[in-house]
């Protein structure tokens, strides 16, 4: 059925759909109205049996997903930025145990200095913690991906995790397609856990393991996630096959057959750099774009195969590595090892900045022409950099960067020169 819905709520719906049975979670922009959306549909009797467990910290809802999904539930929950710090631990335990919860990261920047909008530093932080990351280019990827997570995640007994951009996606009002209950009943099996905690059968989980089996246990997380590199095009296959809509997968090209440079990039930003690609194709640019959707487990092999014909290929990222530069691009070079072709990384919208089809369209420019440095910062305002830096070498009590950068840009009074 059509809907125009915001992105939260059709993936509320989406959750819902897929029958959890527990759903715990603490609030935090922008995942909070994907988790009250639920919350109305269990106080309301919508979705049932199920039990929404209000917590008091991120930590917390977490080790709740941790209890209820040993004990046999299915489970869900949601979070974001700084909430997915806090429960980091927790993340890394529920991998640890194999565990198949589904979470929705609303992804958003990671502080100081504190900031609410969009860009992909907190997922990639935890991008070694062992949880599957598929991440939603729009808010139809959003929904589809959340019915398919829980599939994967329970053919495999691991975590998964659901990428959707922060204000852009989940605060977005689009037009989606809501599969009925009978369809995602019929392509989601009712919750049969591979492993469950069981009065009559006690076993303990969570035991201390030492040298002598800890680097097996690490490896087997390792396996499972070389599994979902063959399950996850596999189920999105099936899910193509009864919805009628090619969505998930490892990864999407859009123009590559023929193109001289590929951009690569992950999330809503996708769509907007379509756009720009076909201006440049009207000027007669070869040029495309593969957009990667499952991070983890990184998609080696078909990333190989989309680029290997490119003469030099572009990878834009949300997030970076401080003092070393790229994140995704490090695992993009991994893909081309041996290839002879030009790299570059650009660095864009952190924070939420805007990214502008001309910023894009004068980027590609300059690489399609090879002009571009191997690492660079779209947009950055070059001026106020060098006056911090320029004030850090002129005087010791240069004081706060983000305070004084505010003052340069006008947004705070300052009497600072």
């Not at 929404?52 to 539930?73: Q, Y």
């Not at 035991?207 to 996850?232: C, D, N, S, W």
């Not at 907007?272 to 690609?277: C, M, N, Q, S």
């Not at 002009?371 to 070498?393: C, H, T, Y």
Request: a negative charge; aromatic letters at 6%.
């Amino acid at each position: 059925m059509l809907k125009q819905i915001e992105g939260s709520h059709a993936v509320a719906e989406a959750v819902a759909l897929s029958r959890p049975e527990v759903i715990c979670a603490y609030p935090i922009s922008p995942q909070t109205h994907i988790v009250e959306g639920l919350g109305e549909l269990v106080k309301d009797g919508s979705l049932a049996p199920c039990e929404f467990i209000n917590v008091e910290s991120e930590f917390a809802a977490m080790s709740v997903a941790i209890g209820s999904s040993a004990a046999g539930a299915r489970t869900y929950t949601a979070t974001a930025s700084q909430g997915l710090l806090f429960m980091a631990e927790a993340v890394y335990n529920a991998s640890g145990l194999g565990l198949p919860i589904v979470m929705t990261v609303a992804n958003r920047a990671i502080g100081a200095p504190i900031n609410i909008w969009n860009d992909h530093s907190d997922s990639m932080s935890q991008r070694d913690c062992g949880w599957i990351q598929l991440f939603a280019a729009h808010n139809q990827e959003a929904l589809d991906l959340h019915i398919q997570a829980f599939k994967l995640a329970e053919e495999l007994s691991m975590p998964v995790m659901v990428c959707m951009d922060g204000f852009i996606l989940t605060h977005a009002y689009e037009r989606v397609d809501m599969p009925s209950q009978a369809d995602v009943d019929a392509f989601l099996p009712p919750y049969e856990p591979r492993q469950v905690l069981d009065p009559a059968d006690p076993v303990s989980i969570g035991a201390m393991v030492g040298p002598e089996a800890f680097m097996e246990v690490r490896y087997l997380a390792h396996a499972k996630q070389t599994m979902a590199l063959e399950r996850i095009p596999q189920i999105a296959a099936e899910f193509a096959e009864r919805f009628g809509r090619n969505t998930g997968g490892l990864v999407r090209s859009y123009r590559c057959e023929d193109a001289e440079t590929i951009v690569v990039a992950l999330g809503s930003v996708i769509g907007t750099i379509k756009d720009t690609v076909d201006e440049m194709r009207d000027a007669g640019v070869k040029i495309g774009v593969l957009g990667i959707h499952s991070f983890r487990p990184f998609p080696l092999a078909a990333v190989r195969a989309a680029l290997q014909g490119a003469k030099r290929v572009v990878v834009l990222e949300k997030s970076f590595s401080v003092g070393l530069g790229g994140v995704v691009s490090t695992d993009v070079r991994l893909a081309l090892s041996g290839l002879d072709m030009q790299g570059y990384t650009v660095v864009a919208g952190l924070g939420g900045r805007a990214i502008t089809k001309a910023s894009l369209a004068r980027t590609f420019a300059e690489a399609v022409a090879d002009k571009l440095p191997p690492l660079s910062f779209m947009d950055l305002d070059w001026g106020i950099v060098n006056r911090q830096l320029q004030r850090e070498a002129s005087m010791r009590r240069s004081g706060p960067i983000a305070e004084n950068l505010l003052r340069d840009v006008g947004t705070i009074a300052s009497k600072v020169s």
